[in-house]
């Protein structure tokens, strides 16, 4: 019998084999990465927001590496300040599978606010598994964060996010579990709109350490633990989260309580004076222990609709 020339065949193969290797390592190290970063600058103000980036490389062979990558969001609200986020170091990874696949998947790692956020995402045609953790991200470094908490708050925060959302928000699953070491609120100078007594102007005040545990089941987010109890304000809150796609539908139905310490009015005389003005109108937002209470409902993209609930027993609403 005629043996097989393994030799002959391993070298012809080899040829071609060379020269694929060859082929991807040059298109590796000559690939037109300022090309890419200005066209990723075209796709942005085509989407009506602005990136700006420093510096752009490879990361592995099917990844990328941003350097001072700044991203600018138009405001939600008409006279509300753009969002603006920068990233110190940016860099985004897939699978050559992945790129094959109708679900795209990808893992991240970004430095911001003197801390790291990483994960993985994985996205489908209507789908997406996500998992992120969270480390030391100074808030008040984060100049973009005032546009969701409208008044400047300082902190270190942490924590994990992990969410798998299927074809139907409904069947979602997960887990949230966030802390914000020291955190404080307010500056002095910008203004906090609280239901009953308009625009009010903060002390620095401190909150202590928050916990916020929410658990996702069956597509509601049921908030496990959300408090903070510090030397110049408490906060407590219970209730839950009914996902919906786009997410900025879901329904918030939370009962919120926040009380003020008699240190704090002694010290701040603006919100002593606001309190004693709006007494009339807190009235029944105000619990037996002068904490006040609100249930507050709505979608988390829309309006909210506050209601005092100082004479209902503070527990998560039905």
Known sequence: MERIPIKRILKWAGYPLFFFVCFLFFAYKTFPYDRLAERLVQEAQMRGYEIEITDLTNSGLTGLSFENFRV??????????????????????????SMLSDTKSYTFNAELGGGDVEGDIALGADTMDLDVQIDDINLESLPGLRAFTKVPITGTLNGEIVLLMPSEPSGSSGNVELTIEGLNVGDGESKIEIPGWGGLTLDRADVGDLTFIAGIEDGVAEIERAEAHGKD??????????LSRPLKRSELNVMVRVKIQDAYKERSSKVATMLELASSGLEAAQSADGAIQYMVAGPIGGRMRPRAAGRLPFEAPK
Not at 72 to 95: H, K, Q, R, Y
């Open 233 to 242: 304000l408490e906060f407590d809150a219970l209730g839950r989260l009914g």
């Open 72 to 97: 600018i969001m138009p405001p939600e609200e008409d006279g509300a300040p753009p969002i603006d986020i920068v990233f110190e170091e940016l860099t985004v990874g897939t699978s050559l599978f």
